[in-house]
């Protein structure tokens, strides 16, 4: 091939990279202005009436939640970390793989399974009032269906996020600092405090906004315990109450405070770092516990484990065996085939959107790529239901324009030939799960020495030869981690599966929802111990992770 042909076709695949990049961000930036257009369609008239009637409410609601999340995540995260880091109790080498299981679990899941036990007719109360010969209003119990109730589901499934962040960290640290503020005088628990704490407060930070962005975007949960947040007001605006505008206007509260959440962790990353300046690197001589002090250490690092993974599938699994749900029956194996297709094309062109991304800003780093990039990876921190409502409305506009147009002209109707199809819907999961098949690919990615590409380049390779025969084989492992985490992610999605799915096209995560609100609790837990196993699966993963880096 002659010179300026090989430069052609070098350029060719330079620009198809560009135009691939780019689209992605610009279908990841569409959802959030089409929500703000959407916003301005209802006027001031609905804005005033949303602040006189239900705003309020779901706002206080959603920064509540928030809080009591966050301070649950932080202490449940850091203290598990602290101590099976730190320190040797019985059970120690156990809890360091088992505080992650709970991640397996969506909260909605755990929800339905303390509903059937702890809920008045639950088999709690019930023993209770047999035992005491209590009447029903003989006694007080925490009602599950509670604001509480809902902070506590989610603690139990979040604080994971905290755990592993906040335990790699504790495990980067040297004893120099530690050691010295033990010298000084200063007590176990103050130097912890005082200096340990502070060093691990960057990753800690960036584990407590994951959790908080996992809370605000949670539908299920908040829906089924009756609790009115911001997540929930957008659905009911769009099917109970039909009117777009309102939802659009909910959806623009919403997606303003997960793009400051979005802001805070960029901000904390980039500034709060705290360096070991010291030269030598010691490990932290882990502490023996014994005694009172190993019970109450290995207490509190079972309590998560039990309440967040065994305990629930115990319960779960009692509630299949005694529904009437078949799961080999035609009915199911439609939800469980409708999953799976739905997953699987999710994950796969998320993960090509990935390499698309992450390897044109490698090919052409600048401010350009950087913002195509980081446009990518606004979608985790947006709602799926904030997603849903972003693309429907310009679809739908879309549609019925290409339809009235298509009338006028041919006098023939198209319908809605995006609004409502499998691939919008497959787009709302891209643009949701963008971020953490990026961060899948570009771990990889780090791997591969710039040498690589320089000899690639040499031996007359096209970037996309460059990707073909030289990245994509070596990345092969992160890839399929990438692959397998948006899959679980879509598999247990609810709120964007919802509002977007086709008509009469129903996942395992909507027919768990739908026995559930019509309170066939036994029913439901047919469908969540489908998508727990499946859940399982990445969680494995990350447990050979941690056995492995002790």
């Not at 209802?42 to 920064?63: E, Q």
């Not at 209003?137 to 499934?157: K, N």
């Not at 998560?304 to 529904?323: D, F, R």
């Amino acid at each position: 091939m002659a010179p300026h042909a090989t430069r052609r076709h070098r350029a060719g695949g330079s620009r198809l990279l560009a135009v691939l990049a780019y689209l992605v961000a610009a279908v990841c930036i569409l959802p959030m202005l089409a929500v703000l257009i959407a916003s301005m369609s209802g006027g001031t008239d609905t804005v005033a009436h949303l602040m006189d009637t239900v705003l309020p409410r779901y706002a206080f609601n959603t920064l509540a939640l928030v809080l009591l999340v966050a301070l649950g995540a932080l202490a449940v995260g850091v203290g598990t970390a602290w101590l099976v880091t730190m320190t040797r109790f019985p059970g120690q080498r156990f809890f360091e793989v088992a505080l992650v299981l709970p991640l397996a679990f969506p909260a909605y899941v755990l929800a339905y399974a303390y509903t059937h036990v702890l809920d008045h007719p639950g088999v709690v109360q019930t023993s209770l009032r047999a035992m005491m010969g209590w009447g029903p209003r003989d006694y007080w119990f925490p009602e599950i269906r509670s604001l509480g109730g809902a902070a506590t589901m989610l603690v139990l499934v979040l604080y994971p996020y905290v755990y592993l962040l906040a335990r790699a960290a504790f495990l980067q640290q040297s004893a120099s600092a530690f050691l010295a503020a033990r010298a000084l005088g200063k007590t176990a628990w103050q130097a912890f405090f005082r200096v340990s704490l502070p060093m691990a407060r960057p990753a800690i930070a960036g584990g407590v906004l994951l959790a908080v962005m996992e809370t605000i975007a949670d539908f299920g949960t908040v829906a089924y315990f009756g609790v009115q947040t911001l997540a929930t007001g957008i659905y009911t605006s769009w099917f109970s109450l039909a009117d777009r505008a309102a939802a659009a206007q909910l959806a623009l509260c919403l997606l303003a405070f997960a793009l400051l959440l979005a802001i805070l962790e960029r901000y904390q990353r980039g500034n709060a770092q705290y360096h070991d300046t010291s030269k030598r690197q010691h490990g932290m001589p882990p502490a023996e516990l014994s005694g009172w002090r190993a019970a109450l250490a290995t207490l509190f690092c079972a309590l998560p484990v039990i309440l967040g993974a065994l305990l629930p599938m115990a319960i779960l699994l009692e509630m299949a065996l005694g529904s009437e749900q078949n799961l080999l029956s035609r009915r199911y194996i439609g939800f469980i085939q409708n999953s799976l297709t739905l997953a699987s094309a999710a994950a796969i062109v998320t993960v090509c959107a990935a390499v698309s991304v992450g390897f044109y800003q490698r090919l052409r780093p600048g401010k350009p790529s950087a913002a195509a990039g980081y446009a990518a990876r606004l979608g985790y921190a947006v709602p799926g239901g904030v997603i849903a409502v972003g693309l429907i409305v310009p679809f739908a506009a879309f549609d019925n324009a290409l339809d009235a147009w298509m009338r006028a002209r041919f006098d023939y109707s198209t319908g809605l030939l995006i609004t409502g199809s499998i691939w919008l819907l497959v787009g709302a999961y891209m643009v949701r799960f963008l971020a953490a098949a990026l961060g899948a690919y570009e771990g990889g990615q780090s791997t591969v020495h710039a040498n690589m590409d320089a000899a690639a380049r040499s031996l007359g390779q096209t970037p996309l030869g460059t990707l073909r025969r030289v990245h994509l084989p070596i990345l092969t492992p992160s890839l399929l981690t990438a692959l397998l985490i948006v899959f679980v992610d879509v598999m247990k999605e609810l709120p964007a599966t919802l509002i977007m799915r086709p008509f009469n096209y129903d996942t395992l995560a909507v027919q768990a929802y739908r026995l559930a609100s019509d309170e066939r609790l036994e029913g439901a837990a047919v469908p969540s111990l489908v998508i727990v196993a499946v859940g399982l699966l990445p969680v494995i993963l990350i447990c050979r992770q941690v056995g492995r880096h002790r």
